[in-house]
């Protein structure tokens, strides 16, 4: 079993090293995650620094939150962690988000720093500087800069819309210049009752066909949320739960790739509104309309 686990090892880290493109564009955090990704148009915590800057604007209150991925298809040197924190200014909202893949031969750094505004809290735009830092044993180290955007709209009292712009900027790293993966997303979230949420999304990797996200999420009270969802390319199902109690929201989600296996996630986030947070998260949609 040992020496399977290494030869995966030194398979995956060969398709990484020889591949058009570092940092490639994984999903981050259990929430997200448990929506199979499709949190573009939702965005409505510390992980839009991630997903889509401009959903910073959305919150009132401040967030930090952690998110670990111990065992990555089952490889404990794929380790992914990341850490989150957002606060809303009377200038507009400030994110800062910091992850890290891997171990101590290939390791991925990568820091960000972004900016939201509104406008009549119905229509919200981002940015995002990032720096990339990349580590491989032997082989020395590289960083380079790149640049995220994003936008969200409440079209009707129950539809949100949502675009994002990973590394628009088509930033490179290392000597052999790779480029670091180019993604745009875009999508709907329908929320007819406040108690859920449906989201649709399409995603295109400039490498790659489009791939198509959906994710249902329903909170079952001010103490429990339930989600799931679904993605094609790479083809793969989730599910989550979120407990919370005062401040701390506890969540944890699930990951079934077809043709690799499952994958575990683990989050905590500290929102310094409590409750009062999370009803006006559920609420404040509909409410911009009134």
């Not at 793969?236 to 077809?258: H, M, P, T, W």
Request: overall charge positive; hydrophobic content about 40%.
């Amino acid at each position: 079993m040992f020496m399977i686990m290494r030869l995966s090892l030194m398979i995956i880290l060969f398709a990484i090293k020889s591949s058009s493109a570092q940092f490639e564009n994984a999903d981050i955090g259990a929430r997200a995650t448990g929506l199979c990704g499709a949190f573009t148009s939702l965005s409505d915590n510390s992980l839009a620094v991630f997903y889509n800057p401009s959903g910073l604007a959305q919150s009132k209150y401040m967030e930090l939150s952690a998110f670990i991925n111990p065992s990555v298809l089952g490889l404990s040197e794929l380790k992914t962690a990341a850490i989150c924190f957002s606060r809303p200014f009377r200038f507009g909202s400030l994110g800062i988000g910091i992850r890290t893949f891997g171990f101590d031969l290939y390791r991925e750094s990568n820091a960000v720093l972004s900016y939201a505004g509104d406008f009549k809290e119905r229509f919200f735009c981002g940015m995002s500087l990032n720096l990339y830092h990349l580590q491989i044993k032997n082989y020395g180290s590289a960083a380079t800069f790149g640049l995220d955007a994003g936008a969200l709209a409440y079209v009707t009292s129950f539809l949100r819309w949502g675009f994002f712009a990973k590394n628009f900027s088509g930033s490179r790293i290392g000597f052999s210049k790779q480029k670091i993966a180019e993604v745009y997303r875009t999508g709907f979230t329908f929320q007819t009752q406040t108690d859920f949420n449906i989201i649709l999304e399409v995603e295109k990797d400039v490498r790659y066909p489009v791939s198509f996200r959906g994710g249902f999420e329903y909170f079952f009270n001010d103490y429990v949320y339930f989600r799931t969802g679904v993605s094609t390319m790479p083809v793969a199902f989730s599910a989550g739960v979120s407990l919370n109690y005062k401040d701390i929201q506890l969540e944890y989600s699930i990951q079934n790739f077809q043709t690799l296996g499952f994958s575990n996630q683990v989050s905590v986030a500290l929102n310094f509104g409590g409750v009062e947070a999370r009803r006006f998260s559920r609420e404040h949609l509909k409410k911009s309309f009134e």
